[in-house]
T-cell receptor
């Protein structure tokens, strides 16, 4: 079974600054994929970034980057130059390779960007 | 064009009623999902269909019945609604049912049972 843990329930950051959201996971599988999804107040679930476990290079998408530490089973999201529109709930998720595998979500973290 | 759409966006109903939520995706994906997000925002998968075939069926009361008339549609029918069914229900789709695939979510349906 897979588990995803987001231990910080909420964080706050000043606009234009950098913030890091933590996520740890557990799986006995060696091949898997990790995701960060964003859920703004509009409720829509939006994919932020994706990381393949077999890749050593950390994924980046514009202002969003991850710090993937496979041995430590850690997958944190760094948001640079925070913008007001980044205010949302952020979910870390894990899916193992293989047919019919489930996407397992963490409990989420609420990020508030202050003007 | 909306990639994954759900109707209705809001649904308020009385306990004991039967209701349906519809989902459609125009991404050409083969796999569709239903998730439930509870009041604490926790997201959990309920069902998954690949090419109209049920492939994931979590421990969900049998009052919940998914139906996939074709691979672009996955509807969720709920019988005898209970207070505890109040939640946001998300439909999602992906090209394949494998780990590599990113899932794209619909806007969610907020169900309130009174």
């Amino acid at each position: 079974a897979q588990t995803v843990t987001q231990s910080q329930p909420e964080m706050s950051v000043q606009e234009a600054e950098t913030v890091t959201l933590s996520c740890t996971y557990d799986t006995s599988e060696s091949n898997y994929y990790l995701f960060w999804y964003k859920q703004p107040p509009s409720r829509q679930m939006i994919l932020v970034i994706r990381q393949e476990a077999y890749k050593q290079q950390n994924a980046t998408e514009n202002r969003f980057s991850v710090n993937f530490q496979k041995a430590a089973k850690s997958f944190s999201l760094k948001i640079s130059d925070s913008q007001l529109g980044d205010t949302a709930m952020y979910f870390c998720a894990l899916r193992v390779t293989g047919a019919n595998s489930k996407l397992t979500f963490g409990k989420g973290i609420t990020l508030s960007v202050r003007p | 064009d909306t990639a994954v759409s759900q109707t209705p966006k809001y649904l308020v109903t009385q306990m004991g009623n039967d209701k349906s939520i519809k989902c459609e995706q125009n991404l050409g994906h083969d796999t569709m999902y239903w998730y439930k997000q509870d009041s604490k925002k926790f997201l959990k998968i309920m069902f998954s269909y690949n090419n109209k075939e049920l492939i994931i069926n979590e421990t969900v009361p049998n009052r919940f019945s998914p139906k996939s008339p074709d691979k672009a549609h996955l509807n969720l029918h709920i019988n005898s609604l209970e207070l505890g069914d109040s939640a946001v229900y998300f439909c999602a789709s992906s090209e394949l049912p494998r780990g590599t695939d990113t899932q794209y979510f619909g806007p969610g349906t907020r169900l309130t049972v009174l």
